[in-house]
């Protein structure tokens, strides 16, 4: 194959060389070494090194809770044994999380992917994320190891604004929406009416979940969380019962103040690039 | 088909005498792997259809006692689980089991690895020093239990080399990323893949608490299913340590873990972990990059 001229780049192409040929300077792995795994890519990674951290260790945790059953059928307000299970799943799964970060010697965990699934009898959370600590610093930090879902990059963001994570902090509430009477179901059919009893359940679950969340914020002594994520709609197994939970990351100022990040206006003068993913081919 | 170099099909090998090479390689990806003086000689595959019979066989898998290990499980993880009711019933479920199920492990490591040496082989005949952009897939042939493992790949010649004289290395990153990696400090090593299955024969608790009769029975109540965590965790756990057991002491990168789960039958659950990421080494000390200035894209 003839090879088309192309720009020199002779830094790159001495690092590839140089990485693929040169040996005797190549850092090798020994048995010894701890083998390190992360779900980070490259850019994240990059990151992370940027303000002095690096990944450890790809870690996870998961908890299933039961909810006995007939919870979600008869009742009135709260569904305390759902939003409790939740709660409990959450809990174990993120310390199971931090378990297997803190026994890598993590510092915290950051992109953690959330699963959550809620079955009408039992509450499923799975959590996967990257242990990370500061370069080459293995010793254990005196206050406990932190998780967030926040990305590699958006931690870089909060570090550098001045900011740290504490934890992640969820709330969520299951909530009856009281059957109408027979007459006012009847009146209702053919009318476009608000169905208030829906409306304020719907109320009463997403007081009730951030509610929540804010005090686990407040028990982690966080100024705030950030990136809050909500999902709030009907069990698609309880006609009458709609649930909402929200849960971010808890943050709070790590310096004596903000600092700006100050962006850089950018307008870039060539079309938008697509990013390469060989995955999608298949 | 043995693996080696020498077994490719003969149409292979007169097409990979030509002259024009074959790329999977997006333009951008093209012009990224040239910069990085990675010239492409051919697109490589390695293909290995695989027979599940295993799978047929799962409702023998449950151990014959809860004091043994499951049949064919002779090394792995096993864990046993007691009724504490005292009951005595055809019908009860007085004891459970999770196992490793290392035979569908076995089966599944014996159709990647073959697909990923067949295409490992293809490189090597065509002089590469590495394949790049890998693609794996898996997917069923038939309604007969035949899943077919397909790898694929560019494989590359760095210009003005010496010929290769070890294995190929191969990435699933290419071009920008893969050039990132390399001004980060890591040269590609290989691929890697693990999957691991835990089979879940569950015991009373575990099937009164997935149905929701826990309260029924006064010291099950509202809880955590323990069971079904334990086959949980432990079927990531073991993809992790396959994985960290082949590294060597290198990196994995951008690893991707995914857990599948199977009813089989009330109860009755199987788990399959798969985690993936490119193995890489460190070649040069860690050199940080200055703090990343944002910026806001007018566009």
């Known amino acids: ?282 | 088909m043995s693996e080696g170099p020498l077994d490719l099909p003969e149409a292979a090998q007169r097409r990979f005498s030509q002259g024009a090479f074959s790329s999977g390689l997006s333009v951008s990806d093209f012009g990224a792997c040239l910069d990085m003086g990675l010239e492409p000689v051919g697109l490589v595959q390695g293909f290995c259809a695989m027979h599940w019979g295993a799978y047929s066989m799962s409702g023998l898998g449950r151990g014959t006692t809860p004091f043994t290990g499951a049949p064919g499980a002779a090394h792995g993880y096993v864990q046993n689980y007691q009724c504490p009711h005292g009951m005595i019933s055809s019908e009860h479920r007085t004891w459970g089991q999770n196992y490793q199920q290392n035979w569908i492990e076995d089966a599944w490591r014996t159709g990647f690895n073959s697909a990923y040496s067949r295409m490992m082989a293809e490189a090597q005949a065509l002089g590469a020093h590495g394949v790049v952009g890998v693609i794996d897939g898996e997917n069923p042939l038939s309604d007969t239990g035949v899943v077919e493992f397909h790898l694929r790949g560019t494989a590359v010649r760095v210009l003005d080399a010496p010929a290769p004289s070890a294995t190929p290395w191969s990435t699933f990153l290419a071009g920008q990323r893969l050039a990132k990696s390399f001004e980060a400090g890591y040269a590609p090593v290989s691929i890697i893949t693990a999957v691991t299955s835990v089979r879940v024969w569950s015991y009373c608790v575990t099937e009164y608490l997935l149905g929701g009769t826990g309260g029924m029975w006064a010291n099950a109540g509202a809880a955590e299913i323990h069971q079904i965590v334990d086959a949980q965790n432990e079927v990531r756990d073991l993809a992790r340590t396959r994985v960290r057991a082949s590294l060597h002491g290198d990196v994995l990168h951008g690893a991707h873990l995914e857990v599948s789960a199977r009813e089989i039958g009330p109860g009755d659950v199987e788990f399959q972990s798969r985690l993936s990421g490119n193995r890489v080494r460190r070649f040069k000390d860690f050199d940080p990059l200055p703090v990343p200035r944002p910026t806001v894209r007018l566009s």
């Open chain 1, 1 to 282: 194959m003839s090879v088309p001229p192309t720009t020199p780049r002779p830094r790159l192409r001495d690092e590839v060389r140089h990485a693929l040929f040169d040996q005797a300077d190549r850092v090798t792995a020994s048995a010894e070494a701890r083998a390190t795994t992360s779900d980070l890519s490259i850019d994240e990674e990059l990151n992370l090194h940027s303000i002095g951290w690096e990944p450890v260790e790809l870690v996870s945790g998961v908890s299933l809770h039961s909810i006995p059953f007939g919870y979600w059928n008869w009742g009135q307000g709260e569904i305390e044994g759902a939003s409790m299970a939740h709660a409990t799943a959450f809990v174990n799964a993120t310390t199971h999380l931090l378990r297997e970060a803190g026994a890598a010697g993590g510092h915290g965990v950051v992109g953690v992917r959330i699963d959550r699934a809620v079955h009408s009898t039992f509450v499923e959370v799975s959590l996967v994320g990257t242990a990370v600590r500061p370069v080459n610093r293995s010793r254990r930090l005196e206050r406990g190891v932190f998780a967030s879902d926040l990305s590699a990059r958006d931690f870089t963001m909060l570090m550098v604004a001045g900011w740290e994570p504490l934890g992640l902090a969820t709330g969520a509430s299951f909530v009856f929406a009281p059957r109408r009477s027979m007459g006012a179901a009847i009146q209702q059919q053919s009318q476009n009416v608000e169905l208030t009893n829906f409306t304020e359940a719907m109320y009463s679950a997403r007081e009730a979940a951030m509610q929540r969340m804010q005090e686990m914020a407040i028990e982690m002594h966080g100024t705030g969380v950030v990136d809050v994520k909500v999902q709030e709609g009907p069990m698609s197994f309880a006609s009458h019962a709609v649930g909402f939970v929200a849960l971010g990351t808890v943050v709070r100022l790590a310096q004596a103040a903000h600092r700006l990040i100050d962006p850089t206006m950018v307008v870039a003068l060539d079309d938008a690039s697509v990013a390469f993913d060989a995955r999608t081919l298949s």
